[in-house]
């Protein structure tokens, strides 16, 4: 762990209402998939009672050699600011933390059960080990409003072509027929029985704002998963 200062290097839409934002790699950094910092704004224009530090999850996987973060932009002081700041603007940075990775035995399967903007971890977790050619049956159900909501959609779907090994969910909640011919409606026990045939076996990974993790952790324990086997990474502040 260790605080540095991290220079933004670039900006970008990935989903409506949806930024990623490029921080130069300092010298001898590293991270594992799945972890996160908390970045703090250095002297910004404007601030409000929840200070000037939010913790983001790094999207990409440490073999793609690049600290990205992704977050939903809200009207709060913290996503104003961070939206509108311009290339070479330094940041604060603690990190990195937390144990929210990939469990190592590759004849378990995992599935990852993710609403929005939890894609975060996972998205870093995922390519990883399609990188490393681990052998991981991996099952993404993946949760947006619509598809324009949902960042990495085409990367994934293109992933899924790729790898017998990698499949994915894509659902949407409030899309018309016309708009979205895949899954439709909430991530449920049907759904799931559905793509996991045997809901006991694997280690499911739960990550994103604390009500959508907690209702999808009662959801897949009613199923028959085992409680053990379910991680978790509540996004506090959504
Ligand atoms: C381990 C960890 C990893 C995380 N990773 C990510 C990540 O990768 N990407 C990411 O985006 N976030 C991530 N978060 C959450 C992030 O740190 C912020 O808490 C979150 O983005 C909200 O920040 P904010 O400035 O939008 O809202 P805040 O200013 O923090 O919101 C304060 C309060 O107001 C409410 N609120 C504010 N605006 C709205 C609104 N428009 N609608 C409803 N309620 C509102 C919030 O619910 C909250 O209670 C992570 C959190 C943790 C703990």
Do not use: C
Request: hydrophobic fraction near 35%.
């Amino acid at each position: 762990m260790a605080k540095l200062t991290l220079k933004l290097k670039k900006k970008e839409e990935v989903a409506d209402d949806t930024m990623a934002f490029y921080w130069q790699v300092p010298d001898d950094f590293t991270f594992k998939a799945g972890q996160f910092g908390d970045f703090t704004l250095l002297d910004p224009p404007e601030t409000d009672e929840e200070g000037n530090t939010r913790a983001f999850s790094f999207v990409y996987s440490p073999a793609e050699n690049q600290l990205v973060t992704t977050t939903r932009i809200r009207n709060t002081a913290f996503k104003r600011v961070l939206r509108d700041l311009k290339e070479g603007t330094e940041v604060s940075f603690d990190g990195p933390h937390g144990g929210f990775t990939l469990h190592k035995t590759e004849t378990t399967p995992a599935v990852f059960v993710i609403g929005g903007i939890g894609i975060t971890p996972v998205r870093s977790m995922i390519v990883q080990a399609l990188k490393e050619n681990t052998s991981h049956q991996m099952t993404l159900l993946y949760s947006n409003k619509t598809p324009k909501d949902a960042p990495f959609l085409d990367e994934f779907e293109q992933l899924a072509k790729e790898h017998d090994n990698f499949t994915f969910v894509p659902v949407m909640t409030r899309a018309s027929k016309d708009e979205w011919k895949g899954e439709h409606g909430h991530i449920d026990e049907d759904m799931l029985k559905r793509y996991v045939k045997d809901v006991s076996a694997p280690i499911y990974y739960l990550s994103g704002p604390a009500d959508m993790v907690q209702a999808m952790h009662e959801m897949l324990v009613k199923a028959g998963a085992n409680e053990d086997n379910i991680r978790m990474e509540e996004f506090s502040g959504y």
